[in-house]
C-alpha cells in the first residue's frame, strides 16, 4: 500500500553533518503531516521533528538549531539535515507519515520506515 525508505545514515565524527532521506511510494495522493523519531539503545523512541503538510515544522529541544526537516512533495521524499552532530545523537532514526491521501480518496495514518542507523564517534 504505502513503503517508507529511509537512507544517508553512517558513522559519522562528533561535529559532523548528514542528510538522511526517506522517499515513500505506493498508491499516494498526497502526504500530509511526516515527521522523524529516532530509538537509541536501550531507549524509547522519540520524536525528533515533524513537518505538516503546509511546511510548519517542530523539533524536539535537543536538535532544535541544529537540524533542519524539509520535504520534496514532488518527490514524496522527506528530508532530514543534521549538523552539529553528538555522540548522543546515535540511534536507529525512523521515518513516519502521521496522515496520507490514498489515491482512492481515503485517509490513512501511521507507517513506519524500517530505519536507519546513525553513528556518531566522539
Known amino acids: 500500500q504505502v513503503q517508507l525508505v529511509e537512507s544517508g545514515g553512517g558513522l559519522v565524527q562528533a561535529g559532523g553533518s548528514l542528510r538522511l532521506s526517506c522517499a515513500a511510494s505506493?498508491?499516494?495522493?498526497?502526504?500530509?503531516?511526516m515527521g522523524w523519531y529516532r530509538q537509541a539503545p536501550g531507549k524509547q523512541r522519540e520524536l525528533v521533528a515533524t513537518?505538516?503538510?503546509?511546511?510548519?515544522?517542530n523539533y524536539a529541544y535537543s536538535v532544535k538549531g541544529r537540524f533542519a526537516i524539509s520535504r520534496d512533495d514532488a518527490k514524496n521524499t522527506l528530508y532530514l539535515q543534521m549538523n552539529s552532530l553528538k555522540p548522543e545523537d546515535t540511534a536507529v532514526y525512523y521515518c513516519?507519515?502521521?496522515?496520507?491521501?490514498?489515491?482512492?480518496?481515503?485517509?490513512?495514518?501511521?507507517?513506519w520506515g524500517r530505519g536507519t542507523q546513525v553513528t556518531v564517534s566522539s
Open positions: 513516519k507519515a502521521d496522515s496520507i491521501m490514498l489515491t482512492d480518496g481515503r485517509d490513512a495514518s501511521d507507517f
Open positions: 505506493g498508491n499516494i495522493a498526497r502526504l500530509n503531516t
Open positions: 513537518i505538516s503538510g503546509g511546511g510548519s515544522t
